[in-house]
T-cell receptor, first 116, second 116 residues
Framework: DTAVSQTPKYLVTQMGNDKSIKCEQNLGHDTMYWYKQDSKKFLKIMFSYNNKELIINETVPNRFSPKSPDKAHLNLHINSLELGDSAVYFC???????????????FGPGTRLLVL | AQSVAQPEDQVNVAEGNPLTVKCTYSVSGNPYLFWYVQYPNRGLQFLLKYITGDNLVKGSYGFEAEFNKSQTSFHLKKPSALVSDSALYFCAVRDRGRLSFNKFYFGSGTKLNVKP
C-alpha cells in the first residue's frame, strides 16, 4: 500500500551519463514535487507539477527535466550527470488547494544517486 | 523572502526527559508551519502542522508544537523522549499566498539523539 513510490532506490552511474528516476503516487493527489537533499541533509524543492502542468521551477540546471505523463506520475530525467548531482532525490505529492486549502505533502522513500 | 532556521544541528536528550527542537521563520504575512521527521534511509514523514487557531498543535507520536507569532517560532516538543524518537527533524514553512502552490521551504534539519 505504498503511497508515494520511487524507482530506483539506489542509482550509481558514471559522469556524463543520462538517467531517469520515476515516481508514482496512489493517493489521488493532483500535485507532485521533486526535492533534492544534499550531503548536509539540506532539502530544496526543484520542481512541482499540478495536474500535469509545471507550476514550480526553481533554479535548476536545464540538464534536469521533469515529465508528468499523468497526475499520478512525475519522472525526473537528468542529462550529462555531474559529480555534484550526487544526492538523495525525493518525490512528494499533495492534494493542492488552489483555493487556499493547505494540504500536507507526502514523501517517497528517496532515490540515492551517486555519480562517479 | 521566506526562510526557516533551525539553530541547532543536533539535540541530545536522555530517554524520559522532555525534548525541544527549535524552529524560527521569516516570512511575509502569517505562514503555515509544518514539522517532518526523517528516519535513516527513509523519506520524510509528516508530524504536525499549524494553520490557524490554537497555538499549541498536537501531532503524531506524542509530539506537539507551539506557534509563537511574536517570536516567529514554532518549536517542536515532547514531554518524555523515547530512544525511538532519534531521527532528523525538519521544520517547514509555506506562505499563505494563493499562488504559492504549496511551495515549502525547509529548515536545515536537527538531528535528535535520545540516549537510554
Amino acid at each position: 500500500d505504498t503511497a508515494v513510490s520511487q524507482t530506483p532506490k539506489y542509482l550509481v552511474t558514471q559522469m556524463g551519463n543520462d538517467k531517469s528516476i520515476k515516481c508514482e503516487q496512489n493517493l489521488g493527489h493532483d500535485t507532485m514535487y521533486w526535492y533534492k537533499q544534499d550531503s548536509k541533509k539540506f532539502l530544496k524543492i526543484m520542481f512541482s507539477y499540478n495536474n500535469k502542468e509545471l507550476i514550480i521551477n526553481e533554479t535548476v540546471p536545464n540538464r534536469f527535466s521533469p515529465k508528468s505523463p499523468d497526475k499520478a506520475h512525475l519522472n525526473l530525467h537528468i542529462n550529462s550527470l555531474e559529480l555534484g548531482d550526487s544526492a538523495v532525490y525525493f518525490c512528494a505529492s499533495s492534494q493542492d488547494g488552489l483555493a487556499g486549502v493547505v494540504e500536507t505533502q507526502y514523501f517517497g522513500p528517496g532515490t540515492r544517486l551517486l555519480v562517479l | 523572502a521566506q526562510s526557516v532556521a533551525q539553530p541547532e544541528d543536533q539535540v541530545n536528550v536522555a530517554e524520559g526527559n522532555p525534548l525541544t527542537v527549535k524552529c524560527t521563520y521569516s516570512v511575509s504575512g502569517n505562514p503555515y508551519l509544518f514539522w517532518y521527521v526523517q528516519y535513516p534511509n527513509r523519506g520524510l514523514q509528516f508530524l504536525l502542522k499549524y494553520i490557524t487557531g490554537d497555538n499549541l498543535v498536537k501531532g503524531s507520536y506524542g509530539f506537539e508544537a507551539e506557534f509563537n507569532k511574536s517570536q516567529t517560532s514554532f518549536h517542536l516538543k515532547k514531554p518524555s523522549a523515547l530512544v525511538s524518537d532519534s531521527a532528523l527533524y525538519f521544520c517547514a514553512v509555506r506562505d499563505r499566498g494563493r499562488l504559492s502552490f504549496n511551495k515549502f521551504y525547509f529548515g536545515s534539519g536537527t538531528k535528535l539523539n535520545v540516549k537510554p
